[in-house]
Nanobody, 122 residues
Framework: QVQLVESGGGLVQPGGSLRLSCAAT????????MGWFRQAPGKEREFVAA????????RLADSVKGRFTISRTNAKNTVYLQMNSLKPEDTANYYC???????????????WGQGTQVTVSS
């Protein structure tokens, strides 16, 4: 079993930055691809970013390319999402997930965190 805990969310003005962290406990995430998804009120959960088990490959949603970066530090069992140039439409609850393959599909992830809220507003 893997337990995932997200942190780093909050309120930020448009154009600002946040760095989300996802800390894993219970088992190493070294063997798992890791993903970030988000869900805004009244909307479906959507893919944001994913990174392979080694960190050598990443995938980003078109809506965040050039603004967000995903990375991981296996030694710390932690995954990060650096979010720059934030927009109001980035407002959502952000979830971390672990799964066997690098994917943009939520149903391919096995373990999920509880989420951290990101609000972009002036």
């Amino acid at each position: 079993q893997v337990q995932l805990v997200e942190s780093g969310g909050g309120l930020v003005q448009p154009g600002g930055s946040l760095r989300l962290s996802c800390a894993a406990t219970g088992r190493t995430i070294r063997a798992y691809a890791m993903g970030w998804f988000r869900q805004a009120p009244g909307k479906e959960r959507e893919f944001v970013a994913a990174v392979s088990w080694s960190g050598g490959a990443t995938r980003l949603a078109d809506s965040v390319k050039g603004r967000f970066t995903i990375s991981r530090t296996n030694a710390k069992n932690t995954v990060y999402l650096q979010m720059n140039s934030l927009k109001p439409e980035d407002t959502a609850n952000y979830y971390c997930a672990a799964g066997p393959v690098l994917s943009g599909h939520a149903d391919e992830y096995t373990y999920w965190g509880q989420g951290t809220q990101v609000t972009v507003s002036s």
